[in-house]
T-cell receptor, first 116, second 113 residues
Framework: EAGVAQSPRYKIIEKRQSVAFWCNPI?????LYWYQQILGQGPKLLIQ????????DSQLPKDRFSAERLKGVDSTLKIQPAKLEDSAVYLC??????????????FGQGTRLTVV | GQQLNQSPQSMFIQEGEDVSMNCTSS?????WLWYKQDPGEGPVLLIA???AGELTSNGRLTAQFGITRKDSFLNISASIPSDVGIYFC?????????????WGAGTKLIIKP
């Protein structure tokens, strides 16, 4: 079974530039998560999709971050404009469903973003 | 954002030693998950726990879902060099929290040469 695919693996941009990350979840997984992981910390949820609908985006800085999952499969996360403090690893994860107790999230390798 | 209290923050151990780490929460969880993250990789699920008091093993790893449902423990027996990495706990409550996973800050395991 193929895992969660993310691209690019690494990205370096200047502050105030825009950047986009792409995620392809495990086939059949209804729930997709985007996490931000700052060095030395645990993952912080940015947004959670159930199929193509947003379930939770309470911690997404909506003035500069946006995400979509138009067909309920792939997803993109965009930052516009980037700030220095956005430097982090952006992890995508997917799970069968958010509800059932036997659901676990599987992670991609992440995109390491450096804003200079 | 909300996080669990995970301890210790880091551990320096000798190869062959047993390791223990834990997570505590002020709120009740229905699910506890333990992940390991290697450098440059995403977290990988080690053990999932679904019932209070549950004890589950995965090779040399054993995890327990605390009776109070507010804590969980992970033990690694006879550590080996490939155990090095960062271990995260994550808890999931229920509908009130949108089934969101709440994460600990991680325990970094370092094996002394």
């Amino acid at each position: 079974e193929a895992g969660v695919a993310q691209s690019p693996r690494y990205k370096i941009i200047e502050k105030r530039q825009s950047v986009a990350f792409w995620c392809n979840p495990i086939s059949g997984h209804a729930t997709l998560y985007w996490y931000q992981q700052i060095l030395g910390q645990g993952p912080k949820l940015l947004i959670q999709f159930q199929n193509n609908g947003v379930v939770d985006d309470s911690q997404l800085p909506k003035d500069r971050f946006s995400a979509e999952r138009l067909k309920g499969v792939d997803s993109t996360l965009k930052i516009q404009p980037a700030k220095l403090e956005d430097s982090a690893v952006y992890l995508c994860a997917s799970s069968l469903d958010r509800v059932f107790a036997n659901t676990e999230a599987f992670f991609g390798q992440g995109t390491r973003l450096t804003v200079v | 954002g909300q996080q669990l209290n995970q301890s210790p923050q880091s551990m320096f151990i000798q190869e062959g030693e047993d390791v223990s780490m834990n997570c505590t929460s002020s709120s009740i969880f229905n699910t506890w998950l333990w992940y390991k993250q290697d450098p440059g990789e995403g977290p990988v699920l080690l053990i999932a726990l679904y019932k209070a008091g549950e004890l589950t093993s995965n090779g040399r790893l054993t995890a327990q879902f605390g009776i109070t449902r507010k804590d969980s423990f992970l033990n690694i027996s006879a550590s080996i060099p490939s155990d090095v990495g960062i271990y995260f706990c994550a808890g999931q409550a229920g509908l009130d929290s949108n089934y969101q996973l709440i994460w600990g800050a991680g325990t970094k395991l370092i094996i002394k040469p």
